[in-house]
């Protein structure tokens, strides 16, 4: 048992500079669902055809370039039609940007033995600004022939209108000249690489260094030299150990992932190689042999646990120990908000022994010297940073503190100060830091005109957008409470105990009052020219005033009464103070949180499970995208697991049902990825970095409730919950 539970430790040892899933500039390389593609679309009119499945193309997992699938078009070119089937980029946490130096590689594999080069579609890049060219393929085949691949590259300067601060949406091919006939490709490995590659022969075998089997997975390690050469790890497994098929192939950002296997309890055989950025292999390493076992559901939620944590111990950046979200080219983009989930499931590491103490003590400690040098106004910090230069990252170049983001991070931080409490220097050091950093937010300083925290602020003029629309402050049963009770509790700039009340138990919003159509009125416009005065007069302006109304809405909604009226959110932010703050600390008599909680969850669950989309069972619900019928309906992994703060046999049992039914898709090294739509068959391939830590110290908080002890012994927040829970409560408007 010991060993299944600390799996994943080696992976811990070694620092990093960035990880990520996939390469940023890869558009293709496998579908994570079968059958077809989610991330494609397909149209076709006249006498044309392009073969689909809900308007997807099809994939292929008997025939591909890199395992396990490809891209079938299967295509007729009408002489009066059209056809048009396009790729589209399937990551949105990050983006790339293409420079006249990069090529567009792509590997086709000719099916239809008649098809001429002169039959095959012409390509496009499609990027946010729209179709980027299309271009003939007919001169970049260097040796042109049906039924093998073919390797394509298409130096990207050739394409008119290139624009490198373009953000490519994704690769399409469209109807060339016409034909009679039926034509059939196969597409793999669509992606961007640079001009020039390095190559240099991989003579030295790769090392396989350790096979893991545990129920349906296996986890396998390696040891990755330093090449520069070294583009991807490929994967290959045996039933007998002689015949290895490839079945993975795995970015080198990774030292270890996990293999699906179709069976449990029986030998599978692997071995690895490495692959150079032309895709020639190295030899293979030694063959390990490994036979999977069934786990029990604590022993898989132990697995899982570890997997989100793990997601944390590789996902930051060196410099700042900062979490960094996205890779970029020539920036290590680091989140504010984000690093305080890092650091609770960094604790939740190394009290399940998971990481050792000194490394998340020593990352903890770099985040606070970073954070102490970095800029702030007020002791607020901006949402992002560079982690490199240690400067602001603002959004659309707008200067934007962020309140709520600072307010997460420096709760975090008060916990990690409980957590490293020995009476060793290095630890004495960084309890000083921290409560540094909370001593210095003047949260007095960012009120709004009704005596409000305001959730964003500018950095010269108090203003976060150049516009009339009117900044409700931060307010409402979600992450407020935190911010509130961190508040009320400053040792220097604490707020009145009313302040929560009026934040917390009432709801804000914005009430348009009054027409304005004279120029003055749009001051607050980004930029009005002496040409665009005219349009700025004849133009129709609100000027808008807060409205303010109880929390309380009681309704029955699937019958179930449930306190705050109907909930159009997800039940994520409902979640968020109650991760930190255990719910029966909160005693101020106005609202019982673990019985709050208990009536949203069952009326959710209710909801989802009547719309229903496919889930093999009720535990499998929590969709954080509610469209019509026809829309679609996300599930998102980390909804019906949370259940567990108030609930735990539900969320046990909704955890373990999509470990078990969907598992094979949704789980990883990382834990479970981002959404699930069951609807469309449709599969993120990325991960939330909320989802990660929620689900991390959800796990933890019902095995042995770590970080809620640990909150609740911050000693300013505890004189903070005396000042407002031991008091009369104030009447709410």
Known sequence: MQRIIYILIVLFYLP??????????????????????????????????VENMNNR????????????????????????????????????????????NDQLSFFIFVNSK??????????????????????????????????????????????????????????????????????????????????????????????????????????????????????????YRSTNGKDFVPVAMRPIHLQSCLDVVPNVGYKYFYKIAWVDHNYKESPASVSKDVETKILSD???????????????????????????????????????????GAILSLIIGVENKQIPRNEVLNRISKISYFLLKAQHKNGIYPAYFDGRKGLPEYKKGTDTYDVQATASLIEALLIAREYFDSDQENEKDLRNRITSLYDQIEWNAILDENA???????????????????????????????????????????????????????????????????????????????????????????????????LFNPVYKYGVKVPFGEFSHSLMDLYKPFLTI???????SLVNWSDALKSYITYVKRRDNQLGVGAYTSDIWGFYQHKDSVGNYRINPSIAPTAMLVDTQLGKASV????KYYGNILFSEYGFKSWLDLRNKDESNEYLAMNQSTLAIVLENVKTGLIWKLYEKIPELKKGRDRLFNTAVLEVD
Not at 582 to 588: L, W
Not at 656 to 659: E, F, I, K, V
Request: net charge neutral; aromatic share 12%; with cysteine.
């Open 656 to 659: 373990l049902a999509l470990y």
């Open 298 to 340: 604590t022993a898989i939620l132990n697995l899982i646990q570890a997997a989100n944590i793990n997601y944390f111990v590789e996902n930051f950046d060196v410099n700042s120990g900062m979490y960094m979200p996205v890779r970029a080219k020539d920036k290590a983009i680091v989140s504010t908000k984000e690093t305080a």
């Open 114 to 235: 008649n098809t001429k080069i002169k039959d095959l579609p012409r390509l496009y890049i499609n990027s946010h600004e729209g179709v980027i060219d299309t271009i003939s393929l007919d001169k970049y085949f260097v040796d042109y022939a049906p039924k093998k691949w073919i390797q394509v590259k298409i130096p990207c300067k050739i394409f008119s209108g290139l624009n490198k601060e373009s953000i490519v949406t994704g690769v399409g091919f469209v109807q060339n000249q016409p034909s009679d006939r039926e034509h059939h490709l196969f597409l793999d490995q669509i992606e961007f690489l640079p001009g020039k590659l390095v190559d240099v022969r991989l003579s030295y075998p790769a090392i396989l260094s350790e096979a893991i089997g545990y129920d349906k997975m296996v986890h396998l390690k390696w040891q990755l030299p330093l090449s520069p050469n070294i583009r991807y790890v490929k994967i």
């Open 452 to 550: 409000l925290l305001k959730p964003k602020f500018g950095l010269l003029d108090g203003m976060t957008e150049s516009s009339n629309n009117l900044l409700l402050p931060i307010h409402g049963a979600n992450e407020a409470i935190n911010v509130y009770l961190l508040a009320i509790s400053s040792r220097k700039y604490s707020l009145p105990i009313d302040t929560y009340y009026d934040a917390i138990y009432n709801t804000y919003g914005v009430e348009p009052i009054e027409q304005i159509d004279d120029f003055e009125s749009n001051v607050y416009a980004d930029s009005v020219t002496a040409e665009g005065f005219t349009q700025a007069v004849d133009s129709i302006n609100y000027v808008d005033r807060m409205s303010k109304s109880s």
């Open 57 to 100: 193309l099809l994939t292929s997992d008997t025939l591909f370039f890199t395992p396990g699938n490809s891209l079938s078009l299967r295509y007729i070119s009408g002489d009066n039609g059209s056809w048009n089937a396009r790729i589209n980029y399937n990551k949105h946490k990050s983006h790339y940007r293409f420079s006249e």
């Open 16 to 49: 990093r500079l960035v990880v990520a899933d996939t390469y940023p500039e890869v558009i293709f390389d496998n579908s994570i669902g079968a059958g077809s593609y989610a991330k494609s679309i397909v149209s076709y009119k006249g006498n044309s055809w």
């Open 582 to 588: 255990k719910p029966n600390i909160i005693t101020d």
